[in-house]
C-alpha cells in the first residue's frame, strides 16, 4: 500500500500524501484555497463554507468542503468553477450581513483575511439594505482581551483553541440561531494563560489585545523574527515596532517548538522594553547615593575596585552571579571576563533554586521536545509546565490529548496537566525520595506499567523549593533504569539558563560542554591563556563567601538574587556584607539599590546574537530598536572593563565573538550565524556531530525525607510574579496573586482560615502575612505559596510551616 497519492487541482496533476486534507494538499502544492475556520494545528470543522471546491463523482460533480475532506488517488477538484465562485460571493455576502463596516478603526483592518477574501472573492456589492446588528463594544472578557461581537463570524476558532490546546474552555457559543454569539460564562473571565493565542488566529478583529487595541497600522510597522526569553523553550516569534517602540509580539509557527502558540507572558511581556525606569546612563556611588556618571568614569571606578580586590586577595576573593538573561555572545564574554580579567572560577548563572550544571548541561540521552509526539510515556516529575514552562506544557498536552501518550503527572498539588494524566501521584513538599522508593521497590505498578513502554520521555525539575535538589537526577536514574533507552529533559527556568551553562557560566564548566579541569583549560590557553583549573563557587557559596568575608567583590548581571534565590534572608546578608558591587542591569532593583556601580545594558530587541533552549537548539535573536540612552550590550561592557584591568578579550563585536564560540567550544563547531540565517532557519541542536566532550550519565542519589509536621510548605514559581521586567509591563504585572497562600478545604476549618482571610506564617527562614485561599487543588497537610510576589515576605525553602488567623 503507496503512502502518496495522485490528484488533479484545477487541471495540474500532484502527489501528495495519503489521508492529508484537500485544503492542506492544495496549499502544499500551490494552490489557495478560502477559509476562516479552518487552521493546521487545529481539527477541522467546517463551519464557514469557505473552503468550498468542486470534485468529480460517479453521480457528477459534487461540492465539498476541502477542509474536512481527504484526498483520495484519483480526485479531480476544481476550486475555480462558476459553481464555486458562486458560493464563495453567497458565503462573503452572508457574513457581511452584520458584520461593521468599520475597518478604517479595527485593528485587524490590513491583515484581515475577511477583508482580503472579500476582495478577492467577494461579490463586489450586497443586496442586504438592512440595518446590521451592534451590540455593547467592546466588552473586557480578560484582562488582556477585548471582545467586539458584531464582527464575529462564527467561525470557532478561538473555542477550539481553548479547548483542543491550552485546556482552558472558558470562552464558548451563547444562545441559538440569529442570536448565537461568543462569550463567557458568567463570574468566569477568559483568565487563560494562552488567551492573546484567540486574538491572533481571529480572522476578523472579533477579538483584539488591550495592549496593541489602536496603537498601529499593520503597514506602519518595522517586523523582525525572533525568539522569546520569557520560555526556556524559545518559541519563535516575530517582534513589530513603530518608532522604535515594540508594539507587539506575534507567535511563528516553529515545526519542533511552539507550533506558533504562545504564553501570555511571551506576547505582552515586552512592555519594559519601553519603561521610563529603563536605565539610560552609568550610575556611581556618590555621597551616599547613586549619581549619573560618564562610561569613562563608571569603567573606571569600577575596574580599579575588582583589580584592586584581586591584586590584594586574588581572584577567589571576587565573585559573579547572572548571565542567564541575555544571549549567548554575551554568556561567553562574561565566563572569558570572569577566567581572564577577574581570574575566578566563581560565577553562576543559577540562583541556587535549579539542578547541578553538569546534569542540566550534559545530561546523556537528552530529550528533543519532539520526541513528545512519538513517546508511548511521558513522566513529568518537576515544576508545573503551565506555570514554568508554558511551551512543553502545550506540546505535553497534546501529546497525552491527540497523540495517545500514557500520561504520569507527579507534582505536590494540582497542576494543569491533570486532567490529562492516566496516573497522577502526590506527596508531601520534601518528600519525594520516600515516593522515589516506593516506585522503586514496585509499589506503584501502574507506573512500572507505563514505563515498560517502547519509548519513553521523561521531564524532571524540582516541583517544589522544599524539595530537594537531587532528587530530579535521582528520579531520571530510576527512569533510565527501568525503561532502558528513556530520554531525559532536565528543566530549569529563567531565559537563557542552558546557553549560559554552554558558555561556560558555571563554576565547574567551560565553553562547549567541558568540564573545569586541567585538560579543558589546556585545551582553552591558546585562546584565553592561563586561568584556574579548579571549580569555583556556585551562586548560594559566593553568598557565604560574602557573609563569611571570604568573597569582597560581587558583579551581578542581570541578576537579582534578593528577589530569586530562595534563602532570601541569606542573599540579603551577603549584599550588606558585599565591600563593592557593580550591576550590569536595564534597572535598579532590589539587590543592586545598593551598588557601587551600575552599568546599563541593551536587552532583548537591542542587540543581535544567539540562544540556546532547553532541549540544546540554538537560534538567532534579531536587533529592531536601538538600546535607550547610552545603554550597551554586555560584551562591550565587559571587553571594556578587561581592557582598563589589562587585560584584552579580543571580543570586537557580536559576530566576531559567535565566531570564536565555534573555534573554542567543542559542541558549537560549525554553528555561525550564515548557518542559522540561510541554511537552518529553524535552528539547530547542539553537537551537530553528536558527540560531546562531557556526557554526564544520571545517578540516584541520597536525599532528604519530608519533615514530621502538621503543615507543609510548598512554593514554587508561577507564570506571573514581581521579577524585573514583568514590574515594569503594566498589562501583567497587575496579573500577579500577590501575597497568598493556598489552603485545603480539609485543612483551612483547623487553622480557623476563611476565604480571604489575613494569615501568618512562620517558618525558620522567614514569616509574614498572606490572604488566605482555600483552594481544592492543593492537599490536606500542604500551604501553597506562589513565589516571588509582590508584596510578599520571604518565607525561604524550609518545609515546615506554620499557620495562624490573623484577627
Known sequence: MTDRVRLSIDGVEHEVAQGELLIKAAQDTGTYIPRFCWHERMKPVGMCRMCLVQIETPRGPAMITACTTNVADGMVVDTTSEAVKRSQEAILEFLLANHPLDCPVCDKGGECPLQDQALAYGPGESRFVEIKRTYVKPIPISDLVLLDRERCILCARCTRFSEEISGDPLIEFMERGNLTEINTFPDHPFSSYFSGNTVQI??????????????ARPWDLERVESSSLFDTAHPRVEVHASQNQ?????????????????????????????????????????????????????????????????????????????????????????AKFTRVALGTNNLDCRLDDTLSSHFLAATVDRALIDDLDTSGTVIVWGPDLKEEHPTLYLRVRRAAQELGATLIVVHPRATGLDDRAVVKLGYRPGGGFALLDEIAEGAHSDVSHALAAAKVTALVGLASLADDPRLPESVAALVRQKAPGARILPLSSRANT?????????????????????????????????????????????????????????LLVGADPLRDCPDRTLAGEALEAAEYLVSIDAFVNDSNREADVILPVAVFTEKEGTVTNLEGRVQRVSRLRPAPGQARPDWAILEDLAALMGVGLGLGSAETIAKEIA???????????????????????????????????????????????????????????????LRHSPSLSRLAPGAVAHLSPVDAPKVGAREGATLRLVTKKGEGEFRAVIDPGTPAGVVYVPLNQPGAPSLGADAVVRVTVVT
Open 202 to 215: 481571529c480572522p476578523v478583529g472579533a477579538l483584539t489585545a488591550k495592549p496593541y487595541r489602536f496603537r
Open 246 to 334: 515594540v508594539l507587539r509580539i506575534l507567535g511563528v509557527d516553529h515545526p519542533n517548538l511552539s507550533h506558533g502558540w504562545l504564553s501570555d507572558k511571551a506576547r505582552f511581556g515586552f512592555e519594559y522594553l519601553g519603561s521610563a525606569d529603563r536605565l539610560s546612563t552609568p550610575l556611581v556611588r556618590g555621597g551616599g547615593r547613586l549619581v549619573e556618571a560618564t562610561w569613562p568614569e563608571a569603567l573606571e571606578i569600577a575596574a580599579n575596585r575588582l583589580q584592586l580586590i584581586k591584586d590584594e586577595d586574588g581572584g577567589g576573593a571576587l565573585g559573579v552571579i547572572g548571565g542567564a538573561q541575555g544571549n549567548n555572545e554575551d554568556a561567553y564574554a562574561l
Open 498 to 554: 542552558y546557553g549560559a551553562l554552554d558558555m561556560g557560566v558555571a563554576p565547574d564548566l567551560l565553553p562547549g560542554r567541558v568540564a573545569v579541569g586541567a585538560i579543558g583549560c589546556a585545551n582553552l590557553a591558546e585562546s584565553w591563556g592561563d586561568i584556574p583549573s579548579r571549580p569555583g563557587r556556585d551562586t548560594r557559596a559566593i553568598l557565604e563567601g560574602l557573609v563569611s568575608g571570604d568573597v569582597r567583590g560581587l
Open 663 to 725: 573555534d573554542v567550544a567543542p559542541v558549537y563547531a560549525g554553528v555561525t550565524w550564515d548557518l542559522l540565517d540561510w541554511e537552518e532557519r529553524d535552528g539547530v541542536v547542539v553537537p551537530m556531530t553528536g558527540d560531546q566532550p562531557l556526557n554526564h550519565i544520571p545517578v540516584s542519589l541520597e536525599g532528604n525525607r519530608a519533615p514530621r509536621a502538621a503543615l507543609t510548605l510548598h512554593s514554587a514559581r508561577v507564570m506571573y510574579d514581581d521579577g524585573v521586567r
